[in-house]
Structure formats: structure tokens, C-alpha cells
């Protein structure tokens, strides 16, 4: 031991003090990262990091199972490997991601003719698969990830705004993180692009930065159908910063700021004259959802009622999971939060009025409903609640994606 010692003291100084420095240097480097981002890339990281590891495990258990994959998803599985070998990468491109993969890639000579989907997606992959030397699936898993880790930044703005301090928005953070499908949120699909834009709108919102609500919402309506309804809890907002109030003087002053609120239908109606000018149809967007999913509008409480108890046992769940959603937004209701109750009701009961079709897909819609998580961390300030609340929807949102992992990709997609 001795020996030891003195060959540590022989050691020179800067050799001896080298992981103090590193320390020290670190801490210096965390400190200089701007609130809350640091907060948010550890969040960020760290979710990669976990759902990696779960994926590596579930894969190698799974791949080598007699009769892997299903035969219905046999196809989706060739597609994969064509965008990558590795699993752990082509694990995150499922039905919808393939089709925006072929959206990003059509030449934009000529006249266009693929309706089905809104383009912001696709679109924004175009000019980061450029530099990605035409990889248009890389792009589109980049630009979903880049959404993902803003979307995390405005949603701790927001939730420090709303909840009143740090601790409560990083529950919030960590909430909107542990909703049962919240891993596609890093998924090539378009979940964490419009909840980006949304938590954006909304944060703009509540500091009345109406030109910013209002290009923001221009995106946010191309970025999926139900983007233009946001518009109505966001004139809410306005509404309460006035206290509801409706005299001559106020409406004019409604007018004066919240005008850019006309945006968000419009980037809905710049994406129908798109349509019209390139096929000759305004309504193109909604007769391809016609032909292609047997999309029609319907009674959304009559959807609920007959996945309830006409579907299968799957359709029930989702279902069910739908009503727990507007529950807990009724039941975490306060006066000064209408504008989320109705923004909750909307990105629920809209998905419902699709029909039957949805209810393949409603646990990723569901993941739009955002508020619920703002509703836990208010629920989860004692320590006790918090622990067992977030070990149960951890339970539950690891059970889905081994379920994603295992080629069921329909019960969730």
C-alpha cells in the first residue's frame, strides 16, 4: 500500500488532479448551457438511451422466433430493411412512415396527385435529405427528432408557465414522455412535429406574441387536419387574457390582436387551393382518405359507443383509454385552463369522427392530448403519488412498444 502512495505522489500534479479538472470542467461547460436545455437534452438523451436498450433486448429475443414476423406484416418488414439493417434504426419506420417516404421522394415536376397526407412532413424532409446525399428516410427520422427535442423545450416553457415553477414543468416534461404511446414520438411519423407546433402556439400564446401564434399555426394546419380546429382553444387564450369580456372596446381589441389567428385556417385552405391547382380538386385531401381508409365524418359518440361494444376487444381498450383521457382533462379542470379542456375534447373527438378506421390508430391521436400530462404533474407534487404514477405508465408504455416491437404494429399504428 505504501508502494502505492508513493507512486500516486510521484505522479505529476497535472496527471494527479486530471479527474477533478474533468469535473470541474464539465460542470463549468452544464452551467453555461442556457435553462432549460440542459434540462431538456439530458431528458432527450436519456429517453433514446432507455427505449434503445428495451428495443436491442425485445429485438434479439423476438427476431429469432419461429413465425416472426406475422404474415400481415411481413411486407412492412421487407420495406424496413430496405431503409436500414439495422433494427434498431428500421424499427422506427411502420406504415404511415413509409408513405410519407415515397411523399418525399416523388419528383415535384409535373402535376401532383398524392393527397392522402398533409405535406409539411414530407416536405421539410426534402431539403435535410439534400444533405443527407438523398436519403429521404434518414431525413425524415432527423427532421421527427429535431421536432421531438423542441417539442420538449416548449413544453417545459409552457409547463413553467402554467404550473408556476421548474419542478412541476419537468414532471410535466417527464409525464408527456410516459404517455402509453409516447415513444413514437421518435418514430418517422408526424406526432412530435404537431405536438411541437401546438405546445409552440400555445406558449406564444400565453405571452401574447399573437404574429408568432399565428405563423406557427400556419405550419401547424399543414401538418395534420385537425391543425386548423387548434384555433379555436387559441382564440380562447385571447378571450381569457380579457377576461372574457365582450363590450365594443374589447372586440376591437380582440381584432387588433389576434387577427394572425386567421392563419391557422388559412394554412388549411393553402393546402386545399394546392390541391385545386394541382388535381383540380379542392377536396382532394378528403376523397383520398374516402377511397384509401373509407374515411367519412361521423357522430364521434356513436364511433365510441360502437367501439365499445360492437368492435373487438382491442377497439375497446382504445376506446377506453380515449374516455380515461377526457377524464382525467374534466377532472383536472380549472376555470383559467379552459382553453386545453377544449383543445383536449378536440384532438380526441375529431380522430372519433373519422369512423371505424381510427380505431386502428387512436392510441397515436391520443398522444395530441398533451394537457393530460399537465393534469399529473399537478397531480404527482407529493413524492409517493409521483413514484407510483410514473412506475405504472412506464409498465404500460413498455408493454406497447415491445408490442410495436413485435410486428403488432396495428393495434397501435
Known sequence: MSEGRADAADRPTGVRDWPGRATRGAARFAARIPAPWGFVLAVFVGSKLVLSLVAVTALTAWDGVPGAPPADEATMRAQQDAISPHRWLSLWFAWDSLLYDHLARLPLTGGWSEFGFPLLYPFLARPVAALLGGNTAWALLLVANVAFLFQLYYAHRLGERLCGDDAAARRFVRYLLLLPAAF??????????????????????????????????????????????????LALVLLRQHAYRLDPRTLGRYLRLGWPLLLLPAGWLAFMAFAGWQAGDWFAYQHAQERGWGIRVQNPLWVAYHGLTGGSAADAARI?????????????????????????????????????????????????????ALVLARWARRGSVDTWLTAALALLQGA????????????II
Open 184 to 233: 413514437l414520438f421518435q418514430a418517422a411519423l408526424t406526432e412530435s412535429l404537431f405536438l411541437c407546433l401546438a405546445l409552440a402556439a400555445f406558449w406564444y400564446a400565453e405571452r401574447r406574441r399573437w404574429l408568432l401564434v399565428g405563423v406557427v399555426g400556419f405550419f401547424l394546419a399543414l401538418s395534420r387536419s385537425v391543425g386548423f380546429l387548434v384555433v379555436v382553444p
Open 320 to 372: 377506453w383509454l380515449a374516455l380515461a383521457v377526457v377524464a382525467v382533462a374534466v377532472a383536472g379542470f380549472r376555470r383559467a385552463e379552459l382553453p386545453y379542456l377544449v383543445y383536449t375534447l378536440i384532438v380526441v373527438l375529431v380522430p372519433l369522427s373519422m369512423g371505424p378506421p381510427v380505431y386502428k390508430s387512436l392510441l397515436r391521436y391520443l398522444l395530441a392530448a398533451f394537457p393530460v
Open 400 to 411: 406497447l412498444f415491445v408490442v410495436w416491437l413485435t410486428y403488432w404494429t396495428h393495434f
